[in-house]
C-alpha cells in the first residue's frame, strides 16, 4: 500500500514515522475490510478518504484552532479522527462509536500503528454527551446522518469558542448557511483532492460554539 504518493500529490509533507504509522493503520483497515465490510470505500480510495482528506482538513482547521481535546462522533473506523490526531498530535482524541466491531478493531489498529494520543469509547453519542458535555475544543463528523442531527450533537460536546467541523459529500445551501442551536455559522470548506487520474470534491461546514 502506497502512502506517500497521496500525501504528496495533496502537498502534504508528513513525517516517515508519521507516515508509517498511518500506513500500518490503513493495512489493518484493508485487511479486515475484506473479512467485516468495515467500509464501503474501495482498496484504491481507501488511503485517500481515511487520511488524505482528514488531513487536509487538519491542515485547514489549524489556521482557526489549536485543540487540545478534540472527540469524533460516530467514528466508524477512525475516520476521520485517527488520520487528524496525528495532525494535531499535542491533541487528545476521543472517537466514539456504538459498534463493538468496529471499535474493537478500531483499538487493535492503533495499538499496532502506535498512535498514543487516542481514546476509543464504545457507546452511544447520546449516551456520552451524559459525562463529556462541553469538554471539546473541536468536535468533527463524518456520515453519521443529517446535519441538523450532528449539529444537534455536536453542540452538546463543544466548549464555548470551540469548532464543530462536519464532512459533507454534497451540501445543501439552503439547509447549511445557518447558525444552529449555540454554533454560528463560519464558513465551508472546500478541499479540492487529488485522486487517481481525478480530481474530487469534499466539504467540510465549520461552525464556531458562541460564548
Sequence with gaps: MELLVPLRTNDLNIEIQTVDSLKTYIKFL????????????????????????????????????????????????GNPGVAMSVYFKNARFTLVDSSQKKTALLRSALDMSGIKNVEVITKRVEELAKTHKNMF????????????????????????????????????????????????????VNLSVSYPMKKVHRYVIVYKKMV
Design 137 to 188: 475544543d473541536l468536535v468533527v463528523s463524518r456520515g453519521m446522518g443529517s446535519l441538523e442531527k450532528v449539529v444537534t450533537y455536536a453542540d452538546l460536546f463543544v466548549k464555548p469558542n470551540g469548532i464543530v467541523a462536519i464532512f459533507k459529500a454534497r451540501i445543501d445551501q439552503q439547509e447549511m448557511l445557518k447558525d444552529k442551536n449555540d454554533l454560528k455559522f463560519e464558513r465551508v
Design 30 to 77: 484493508e485487511k479486515w475490510n475484506n473479512i467485516h465490510a468495515l467500509t464501503s470505500v474501495s482498496a484504491r480510495e481507501i488511503p485517500y478518504v481515511f487520511v488524505v482528506e482528514p488531513l487536509l482538513t487538519a491542515k485547514v482547521l489549524s489556521k482557526l484552532i489549536n485543540p487540545t481535546t478534540c472527540i469524533d462522533l460516530g467514528t466508524g473506523f
